[in-house]
Each structure stands twice: as structure tokens, then as C-alpha cells.
């Protein structure tokens, strides 16, 4: 069964960055697309970045140009670079396949201050 392990969330200020990972266990990795989700206080979970296994990569619109999904395939591991934070960006976030079919991990915990 595919474990995902998230890391690397925080609290920063507003215009800060961070860079979160997930890493999967499995030999599932390469060959399925993978996305970043997040899930808001109060809100539904929502997929913000996914990556095809052959490295193409779809944005929702809040985050183009600020977010940067990326993938290792030797690690098993999939990143999202996240720049400009804004506090809307508060949330946690998640990774899991694109459409998500495994079960989920913990999530990392981001918050933007203002």
C-alpha cells in the first residue's frame, strides 16, 4: 500500500517561501501523475498543482506564477515550491496521485501571516 509522507510546511510572512515534499513509498510513483492539494479552515479539500509522469505540469489560477510543482522520480518524491505567499495560501497541504486514489497522509501545516 502507497504511504505519503508531507514535510516541510511552516509559518512565514507574507511574501515569504517555502518548499514542500512528499515522499511515496511504492512502485506506483513514476508512472502516475501526482498533484498538491489543500484544505482550508471550513473549506474543501482542492488540488492547487499536478505533474503528468512525463513531467507536464497544470496550475489552478491563484497560484500560477507563484507555485512550482516539480517531481524526482529516483526519490519517489514530489515537491511544490511555493513563493509570494499570500494568507489566502493558509491551508494544509497534501499530496496524493492526480486523480488522488491512495490514501491520504498527514499534510504539512502552512500559515501566512500578514
Known amino acids: 500500500q502507497v504511504q505519503l509522507v508531507e514535510s516541510g510546511g511552516g509559518l512565514v510572512q507574507t511574501g515569504g517561501s517555502l518548499r514542500l515534499s512528499c515522499a511515496a513509498s511504492g512502485s506506483m510513483f513514476r508512472m502516475s501523475a501526482w498533484g498538491w492539494y489543500r484544505q482550508a479552515p471550513g473549506k474543501q479539500r482542492e488540488l492547487v498543482a499536478a505533474?503528468?509522469?512525463?513531467?507536464?505540469?497544470n496550475y489552478v489560477d491563484f497560484v500560477k506564477g507563484r507555485f512550482t510543482i516539480s517531481r524526482d522520480n529516483a526519490k519517489n518524491t514530489v515537491y511544490l515550491q511555493m513563493d509570494s505567499l499570500k494568507p489566502e495560501d493558509t491551508a494544509v497541504y497534501s499530496c496524493?496521485?492526480?486523480?488522488?486514489?491512495?490514501?491520504w497522509g498527514q499534510g504539512t501545516q502552512v500559515t501566512v501571516s500578514s
Open positions: 496524493n496521485t492526480d486523480p488522488f486514489r491512495v490514501p
Open positions: 505533474i503528468g509522469n512525463g513531467g507536464s505540469t
